[in-house]
């Protein structure tokens, strides 16, 4: 199946400061990423769909100017936590769809989720 | 909206022993996808199965099958001579066919005893 990579893993950091994950479909090209946080042993929540050269579009209730999404390639898709705060603390995840031959297919391949830690 | 309805929050099973675990789901629409996805504890989200709502036939992906009732919605995954490695919490999905997001159930924690 497709592969998706994010990067860090986890991270921790101060509060007020920005956080950046990369999410990459490393063997397909994804016109569509979508971005979930999830936390512990629960559903994952989308927050919003990024879309190559496109502005993303949010799930009521995200804000924005928060949670920047960039969608510049069709394998890197980029969120942006900024000023993160305590409450950001979260498992934020990221998947694709692949397309074959301009088609996108059905299936969502994740990534393996970044942890965020706001101290 | 869609909603996708796991009534089972933990659910448990004998090793090689056979489970299964309910997915309901709520739609006006026709054309979708309905998946299985499991998160073991690395949190990494694996699909499972996937079912088309235009097949009548059921899924099987070697010991795991579902059974698509398409007029009741319900979709439930049967995982049979369950293993240890099978404990996870899944989460059931539903895609609509014009849509591109998908909506994810609560989730249900399967735990398999030696």
């Known amino acids: 199946g497709a592969v998706v990579s994010q990067h860090p893993s986890r991270v921790i950091c101060k509060s007020g400061t920005s956080v950046k994950i990369e999410c990459r479909s490393l063997d397909f090209q994804a016109t569509t990423m979508f971005w979930y946080r999830q936390f512990p042993k629960k559903s994952l929540m989308l927050m919003a769909t990024s879309n190559e050269g496109s502005k993303a579009t949010y799930e009521q209730g995200v804000e924005k100017d928060k949670f920047l999404i960039n969608h510049a390639s069709l394998t890197l898709s980029t969120l942006t936590v900024t000023s993160a705060h305590p409450e950001d603390s979260s498992f934020y995840i990221c998947?694709?769809?692949?397309?074959?031959?301009?088609?996108?297919?059905?299936?969502?391949?994740f990534g393996p989720g970044t942890r965020l830690l706001v101290l | 909206a869609q909603t996708v309805t796991q009534s089972q929050p933990e659910m448990s099973v004998q090793e090689a022993e056979t489970v299964t675990l309910s997915c309901t789901y709520d739609?006006?629409?026709?054309?979708?996808?309905l998946f299985w996805y499991k998160q073991p504890p690395s949190r990494q989200m694996i699909l499972v199965i996937r079912?088309?709502?235009?097949?009548?036939q059921n899924a099987t992906e070697n010991r795991f099958s579902v059974n698509f009732q398409k007029a009741a919605k319900s979709f439930s995954l049967k995982i049979s001579d369950s293993q240890l490695g099978d404990a996870a919490m899944y989460f059931c999905a539903y895609r609509s066919g014009k849509a591109g997001k998908s909506t994810f159930g609560d989730g249900t924690t399967l735990t398999v005893k030696p």
């Open positions: 079912q088309e709502a235009y097949k009548q």
């Open positions: 998947s694709a769809r692949d397309q074959i031959r301009g088609k996108v297919q059905e299936t969502q391949y």
């Open positions: 739609t006006s629409e026709s054309d979708y996808y």
